[in-house]
């Protein structure tokens, strides 16, 4: 099992994407994109890219032998399909990289506030295990993302996600209700007996080599990505 993480330098998007933009939402020019998704897939052992329109729901697709041909509306992509490459899209919310290397089955789910709160990575981890995963075997990586102390949000919202989904309620470092999404999600794998989980520590906010809309509004995405080579 492989997986990348890809911030912002070595692309040829121009301002305000500059320049390793991954995302054709965002604006940027799609030429751009495509050059810049066209490097990508030179990185990932010659594997297919599969991409997702991701809607901050909870839905999973489960992709077979081959990619499908336009990206499934979903906020998780599983397989167990040796050379594709799952990727998920973000510049602030949490790429969740996860794989049973034994079973060969391998998840990347896309969770922000809102996945959090409606436990996509819950609903992944279920997917895997039906392609034959065990949670104990899984291997979870938690990308780059805004963290607690950037992450201001209402009381009210801080209080909704808590009791969905307990464990990312925090203080920003004004003191204001705050979220840690990838404490959150530290937490839903633990009760779901993911055996090992590792928190990439950046911040999307407060480093510059990443993308992200919390700090610039109109920007890039940066991409996670796992793949079983073929
Ligand atoms: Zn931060």
Known sequence: MRRIV???????SGAPYDTFNLGDHVGDDLAAVQANRARLARAVDGSSLVWMRQVHGDQVAVIGSSPPPQPPDCDALVTNTRGLALAVLIADCVPVLLADPVAGVIGAA????????RHVVARTVEAMVELGATPRRLDALLGPAICGR?????????DEVESAAPGGATRTRTEAPGLDLRAALA???SRLGVGQVVSDPRCTAEESSLFSYRRDGVTGRQAGVIWLPA
């Not at 890809?6 to 040829?12: A, D, Y």
């Not at 896309?110 to 709160?117: K, M, Q, S």
């Not at 950037?150 to 801080?158: G, P």
């Open 6 to 12: 890809t911030s912002r330098p070595g692309g040829v």
């Open 110 to 117: 896309h969770a922000g506030r809102e996945g959090v709160r």
């Open 150 to 158: 950037c992450y201001e949000v209402s009381q009210d919202l801080a």
């Open 187 to 189: 937490a839903q794998l």
